[in-house]
């Protein structure tokens, strides 16, 4: 069973950084993409950002030029810089891994970025 555990949330200011981690455990093989949603309190989830299993990679409109996803193969493990945080980027963010037709999601973190 995959385990997805994500870490780096909290309470930033306008224009501040975070960084969260996301570290996959339980399956020997590489994920096909694994990526970043978020959610924020009245609104669907939606796609942050995301890494192909070719490294390729993707972004909402509203995070391009802002936040960059990386992946560390080695270490099972995905990264989201998030630089020039908005308040709109409040959310809790959750890390998604899938393997061919198998989806997993992680708990979420919680972002707050106040004004």
């Known amino acids: 069973q995959v385990q997805l555990v994500e870490s780096g949330g909290g309470l930033v200011q306008a224009g501040g950084s975070l960084r969260l981690s996301c570290a996959a455990s339980?399956?020997?093989?590489?994920?096909?993409?694994m990526g970043w949603y978020r959610q924020a309190p009245g609104k669907r989830r939606e796609l942050v950002a995301g890494?192909?299993?070719?490294?390729?990679?993707f972004y909402a409109d509203s995070v391009k030029g802002r936040f960059t996803i990386s992946a560390d193969i080695a270490k099972r493990t995905v990264y989201l810089q998030m630089t020039s945080l908005k308040p709109e980027d409040t959310a809790v963010y959750y890390c998604?891994?899938?393997?061919?037709?198998?989806?997993?999601w992680g708990l979420g973190t919680q972002v707050t970025v106040s004004s």
């Open positions: 339980g399956s020997i093989f590489r994920p096909d993409t």
């Open positions: 890494v192909l299993r070719s490294d390729s990679t």
């Open positions: 998604n891994a899938e393997y061919g037709a198998a989806t997993y």
